[in-house]
């Protein structure tokens, strides 16, 4: 059977998804809503706002939509999910009442307490219990870690290295500082180890686990500088043997999948397990409803088969998990390009070139902040491009990768000299 599939989205992740399903030998007629120039070489562009389900779900209808593939967490905390359903169109991306595993960090913290999955010490406040929030950081050992409740575009959480900056940003956070989101604030224990992810592609019982990764942050190398959406990741990660992977799936997989049918709302789609490892111990720092930015990048490249098909049986009750495989013994880094200035303020508009000598050099080149106008490729974001390249060793895809970056270039171009690196003590 043939899957004619509509593609939400138009970051890295969006365009990683995307070759990976046009790759598939189930892909039937692909669509992208709203895509990008990297995307829109293998999709047709849907001429439609994300946020206009009526639109969206007319599209599903006329077009013959077999399945829809959701990337970023904003449309599926509104709702998209669920309003498809309703009309009988099959989603891979979860429902509005299950993806407050990422629009609430309240509800996920509460989640991971009342099934048992380990994670930092917390205690939530609302704006009305001003005086017992501060009294309770008084006495909380230090870094103290506080995050806005909603969604706030991974800029939510401050790590407080005293109790003066705690105290401040918890005012900030009472005061609007972002928006709705900081109604509620959750208090935590910081939690020290390596971070790394693992994706669960979900039925919303049964999964198949992509190789776990590394996202890489922060702005610059040694990580350094401010926390951004995201300057690179690499795959698999090493930090995650064999028993950190058991441990995930008994302690947390396993019981929260469990636990979001028990409370009616099973969750299918990609469960995004943030994790902090310490001595083999993990303990989740963050759920994700969604795949991961640009762990997705350097993650798919590692898969082989019909990913299309993975997503579909998802989607639709019973995940083949045999419709793809990993690769095994081979490796994969992404490098994030990135216009100077970000995270803060950057020009756009700037014309790139080697995209094609780097792909000609063995890599994928993702696009995520670009445009295509009059025969050029302008960038048109913080994040350009994610270039991804794979390697027999860690070692080897760092150089690949790296090689290929070289032939790309465009005005104030930024990007990290050390993604993987963090990898390369474990061989
Ligand atoms: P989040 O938005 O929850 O992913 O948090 C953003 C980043 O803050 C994480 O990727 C971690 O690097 C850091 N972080 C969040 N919570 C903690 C914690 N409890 N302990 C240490 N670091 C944390
Ligand atoms: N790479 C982090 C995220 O996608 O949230």
Redesign the pocket.
């Known amino acids: 059977m043939k899957t004619n599939i509509l593609l939400i989205g138009s970051g890295g992740r969006e365009h990683a998804l995307a070759r990976a399903i046009a790759e598939s030998p189930s892909a039937g007629m692909l669509y992208a809503l709203p895509g990008n120039p990297g995307i829109l070489k293998t999709f047709q562009h849907v001429n439609a706002r994300v946020e206009d389900f009526n639109s969206i779900s007319q599209f599903c209808k006329q077009f013959a939509i077999d399945l829809v593939v959701v990337g970023p967490e904003q449309p599926l905390a509104d709702g998209l999910a669920d309003r498809l359903i309703l009309e009988g169109i099959n989603v891979f991306g979860p429902i509005s009442a299950a993806a407050k595993l990422e629009s609430s960090k309240d509800f996920a913290k509460a989640m991971m307490l009342k099934y048992k999955v380990p994670t930092?010490a917390y205690r939530t406040f609302t704006a009305s219990q001003y005086d017992e929030a501060h009294r309770y950081i008084d006495g909380h050992t230090l870094p103290i870690?506080l995050?806005a409740d909603g969604l706030a575009a991974?800029k939510g959480?401050i790590?407080a290295e005293n109790h003066f900056d705690a105290h401040n940003a918890l005012n900030e956070m009472f005061s609007g500082l972002f928006g709705n989101a900081g109604n509620r604030v959750v208090i935590?224990?910081?939690?020290r180890g390596e971070?790394a992810s693992i994706f669960a592609i979900t039925d919303g019982t049964d999964y198949f686990l992509t190789p776990a990764s590394q996202d890489h942050?922060r702005q610059f190398d040694n990580d350094e500088g401010k926390?951004t959406g995201g300057m690179g990741a690499f795959a698999p990660a090493p930090i995650v043997t064999k028993s950190v992977l058991q441990k995930v799936e008994e302690r947390v997989i396993k019981p929260l999948l469990e636990g979001m049918q028990k409370e009616g709302t099973p969750f299918i789609g990609c469960l995004y397990c943030?994790l902090?490892i310490e001595n083999d111990e993990p303990s989740v720092?963050?759920f994700n409803v969604r795949f991961g930015d640009p762990e997705t990048q350097a993650v798919l490249e590692l898969l082989e088969g019909d990913f299309a098909k993975l997503l579909y049986t998802a989607a639709t009750g019973k995940i083949d998990r045999n419709a793809v495989k990993v690769i095994e013994n081979t490796f994969s880094t992404c490098v994030v390009l990135a216009s100077g200035g970000y995270p803060d303020d950057y020009e756009k508009g700037f014309e790139i070139t080697g995209i094609e000598d780097a792909i000609n050099s063995g890599a994928n080149v993702y696009h995520a902040g670009t445009k295509s106008e009059t025969g050029m490729i302008l960038t048109n974001g913080g994040r350009v491009l994610g270039v991804t390249a794979k390697g027999d060793s860690l070692a080897e895809s760092i150089a690949n990768v790296y090689d290929a970056v070289s032939h790309i270039v465009f005005y104030n171009m930024i990007n990290r000299k050390d993604i993987g690196f963090k990898g390369l003590k474990f061989f």
Do not use: P
């Not at 935590?188 to 939690?191: I, N, T």
């Open positions: 930092a870690v995050k991974g959480v790590i935590e224990e910081f939690l971070e942050k926390n943030g902090m720092v963050e």
